[in-house]
């Protein structure tokens, strides 16, 4: 069996925002009980990770890590068209996913106790970031 | 078709863990001759790569790495309840892999002559880690 | 239904190399309508990334920052058998993606406008790189 559904998320400036319920519905929604669920982002400047769930700061101190592997406007860039977020945006997603990977486990997404779905938006502004779901299985 | 089994590995402290022997047993197990491997970890401060497997001293200087790129006890994290190496190893799996999808070929991990699949422990202590492969394929 | 093949793409030094046309192509050669494309690379010292596909600078800003959090003969480096590009280059692999899931849509890569797949070679010297295309749908 394949299901493949999109979904889109609105991000108002940069940070992480908890896409793991749409997840998880998209999975109850394909009636596939063992299997893989595949998220894919179509941007080049917002990704996707899994990261702990429960203590914001977390993502907070993974954004400080961030920006210090990746600064903004940093002097050697030569790619600047769209601001000082322009390329470190493009720096945090080689660094983090365009896709995760979950298993699907008796009709649930099989995540850890601990473990939550990001999207995480680099930019600045407020930008409508698409989202594929495929899930493979049985 | 589809294979799904869960296995664990106990870790006795940072460093890296050779997994690669399970993931090829777990794809025997399965049948499949062609298709693909997921391997998920279910944990939010130990995580995967794919890496040399011959000179132990290449594991040794991707530690040296991380550890440079994620310190331990940041002065700027705020999240650090269970100590130096908490946030550090939530940064390290950002900067890694949850998961790995791997080929299989005639029954077999389609890895390279020298790629060993690794579980990345972050933390100091012991733990034990749950994994789940899930196989794919016909 | 799953397809599976196997291709290389022979790089001439240290940089991106666009193999979103191949994947494409292997994408058509299946037939698969819906499902996942899984890219895989043989390698640890070349590796796979989707970024930004319209302006070059991107990719070379991209070196910028590798270089910086990978540095070349990094004096802190144990492994150096095969010369400076060569612990570097596991590292990049560590920091990068040994494979991708992209979406299969209407027979199509699900790729955003500005999303292109491009092999990353670490090395100077000259190699020919073997990817593995398994295609999983309907």
Redesign the interface.
């Known amino acids: 069996m394949?299901y493949?559904s999109t979904f889109t998320c609105n991000t108002r400036g940069r940070g992480t925002y908890n896409i793991s319920a749409q997840v998880e519905q998209h999975i109850h929604n394909s009636g596939i009980r063992?299997?893989?669920c595949?998220v894919?982002i179509?941007?080049?400047s917002a990704s996707l990770?899994?990261?702990?769930n429960a203590?914001p700061?977390?993502r907070?101190?993974?954004e400080?890590?961030?920006h210090r592997?990746?600064p903004d406007g940093?002097p050697?860039?030569?790619?600047d068209?769209e601001g000082d977020d322009d390329?470190s945006g493009?720096?945090r997603?080689?660094?983090?996913?365009?896709?995760?990977?979950?298993?699907?486990?008796q009709g649930a997404s099989?995540?850890?106790t601990?473990?939550g779905i990001f999207l995480y938006e680099h930019r600045f502004g407020h930008f409508s970031r698409?989202l594929?779901v495929?899930i493979?299985?049985?």
């Open positions: 394949v493949q063992t299997g893989i595949s894919f179509h941007h080049t990770i899994i990261t702990e203590d700061s977390v907070r101190d993974l400080t890590i961030l592997l990746a940093d050697a860039y030569e790619h068209y390329m493009h720096v997603c080689m660094l983090t996913h365009d896709s995760l990977s979950i298993p699907v486990t099989g995540l850890g601990w473990q698409r594929t495929t493979l299985g049985e």
